[in-house]
């Protein structure tokens, strides 16, 4: 069973950054397409990136497109989502999420995912 960690959310002062990082377990990572998504209090999560098992396909959500990048290192099984320029309506529980059957594309669907993290906390202040 693929089980997802993510790690690095923390407290910010706007304009700040974070990296976000999500261990996954399995010996099939690489095949994994990955998203991050994201949900603030009484808001419906939303997507903010994702990325193809290779790399080469990326989308990001248009809140967050030019401030943050999400990156995939296949031999240490973790996803990264770097996010610069943070602002307060950045604030929001991250959650990644694996996609484990699809071809070798982005994926901005959550429908789509089958394995999420347990999120972790992003808060900026202004």
């Known amino acids: 069973q693929v089980q997802l960690v993510e790690s690095g959310g923390g407290l910010v002062q706007a304009g700040g950054s974070l990296r976000l990082a999500c261990a996954a377990s399995?010996?099939?990572?690489?095949?994994?397409?990955m998203g991050w998504f994201r949900q603030a209090p009484g808001k419906e999560r939303e997507f903010v990136a994702t990325?193809?098992?290779?790399?080469?396909?990326?989308k990001y959500g248009d809140s967050v497109k030019g401030r943050f990048t999400i990156s995939r290192d296949n031999a240490k099984n973790t996803v990264y989502l770097q996010m610069n320029s943070l602002k307060p309506e950045d604030t929001a529980v991250y959650y990644c999420?694996?996609?484990?059957?699809?071809?070798?594309?982005?994926?901005?669907?959550?429908?789509?995912?089958?394995?999420w993290g347990q999120g972790t906390q992003v808060t900026v202040s202004s």
């Open positions: 399995g010996r099939t990572f690489r095949t994994y397409a």
């Open positions: 990325i193809s098992w290779s790399g080469g396909d990326t």
């Open positions: 999420a694996a996609n484990l059957g699809e071809p070798d594309m982005a994926i901005a669907s959550e429908t789509m995912y089958d394995i």
